[in-house]
């Protein structure tokens, strides 16, 4: 009998103790499921601040000026320095396409045929890492420009590739600095198709890479503009366009008036427009940077901050800010408005 009893209660302490393993190890099964949902709904989160800080910034209504016309207007660097401006377009390569070799101009400030623009690459470097992104323009009002089939957009394409952007090339103007993107400022052409072209060439040649490459345009107010659209065909129209800054100056049919009282319906019927008919990321309102800037469209800083911002700033979540022109004639400008935005 005593043996019997030792034995049970050997079993007993076996099975107790197998007990307390089963326990053991549901409790290690439950606390591993506890950090495994830890860890998922961490992940969550942190998505979701990602996505919702790049929307934030995406979103982030800013001030562009373009560079690079007037030789007495301060480097690059000084633009930057200012903190006024999100996006800086350097202007303009203005010869390109038709198998000729491309020419930048770049007014009095370097001679890009002997080198001495590259000066301009620590500026550009030192911009980026102010969180400013520079950008190429290419076309403009004065030089010799066309595409005309979808061959010379490729070959365009990769020499702004390869010059300009991501690419190598034994002769970089700008230095070893590597751009954000490129800006339509196209005031000649044969028709909607040869741009939209190069916007395809372009895109195909930067996307899916480690840096985020913009594309950019600056049409005429009165839509469709005659070179980029929108329309169908036209390179707006292609939605590959992530800022388009619509120049309401120099075209007095669709400017804004400039009087605090002065009836602005009509702009603001071409400005829905824009919004309405572009399928771009974020529009733009162009205007001049002071009265001599441009020979029309100066809307003085407090008119403009009372009558004109508060209109259009409701009109769409496209909007995206001002772009100016430019900034040799940016004497306090975007300074005075840039805080109304």
């Known amino acids: ?51 919702h800080t790049s929307d934030a910034q995406t979103c982030k209504k800013f001030i562009t000026t373009y ?10 660097a000084a633009a930057c320095n200012t903190g006024n401006y999100g996006v800086i377009v350097v202007a303009f390569l ?3 396409g038709g198998g000729q070799s491309p020419g930048l101009n770049l007014a009095g400030h370097c001679d890009p045929a002997s080198g001495t623009c590259v000066k301009f690459s620590s500026d550009i470097q030192s911009c980026q890492k102010m969180g400013v992104k520079i950008l190429l323009s290419i076309g403009g009002g004065v030089g010799n420009y066309n595409i005309n089939s979808q061959k010379d957009a490729n070959s365009v394409a990769q020499y702004l590739w390869n010059t300009f952007l991501g690419g190598k090339s034994m002769s970089r103007p700008l230095g070893a600095a590597v751009l954000d993107g490129i800006d339509f400022d196209i005031e000649q052409g ?5 741009y939209a072209a190069l916007a395809h060439s372009i895109r195909k040649l930067t996307t899916g890479r480690s840096k985020k490459y913009f594309l950019s345009a600056a049409p005429q107010c009165p839509i469709p503009d005659a070179n980029l659209g929108p329309g169908l065909g ?10 388009v800054w619509v120049q309401f100056y120099n075209n007095p049919p669709c400017e804004f008036n400039s009087t605090a009282n002065g009836d602005q319906s009509s702009a603001l019927a071409t400005w829905d427009d824009w919004i309405r ?30 009558s004109i ?27 005075a408005i840039k805080s109304s935005l």
């Open 1 to 51: 009998m005593a043996a019997q009893s030792i034995k049970r209660q050997r079993e007993s302490e076996r099975g107790t103790e197998r007990q307390r393993e089963r326990a053991s190890a549901s409790n290690m099964e439950m606390a591993w499921s506890q950090r495994f949902a830890f860890v998922v709904l961490l992940a969550i989160f942190l998505v979701a601040f990602v996505i």
């Open 67 to 76: 560079w690079g016309q007037d030789g007495n207007e301060g480097s690059l």
């Open 94 to 96: 203005n010869i390109f």
């Open 190 to 194: 044969n028709g909607f198709e040869s």
């Open 234 to 243: 036209s390179a707006l129209q292609t939605g590959l366009f992530d800022y």
């Open 277 to 306: 008919q572009t399928p771009a990321g974020q529009i733009f309102l162009g205007l001049p940077a002071s009265s001599s800037a441009a020979g029309s469209g100066f809307i003085p800083s407090d008119v403009l901050i009372s």
């Open 309 to 335: 911002l508060p209109q259009i700033k409701s009109s769409s979540p496209k909007f995206g800010g001002l772009m100016i022109w430019n900034f040799a004639q940016d004497k306090g400008y975007s300074s």
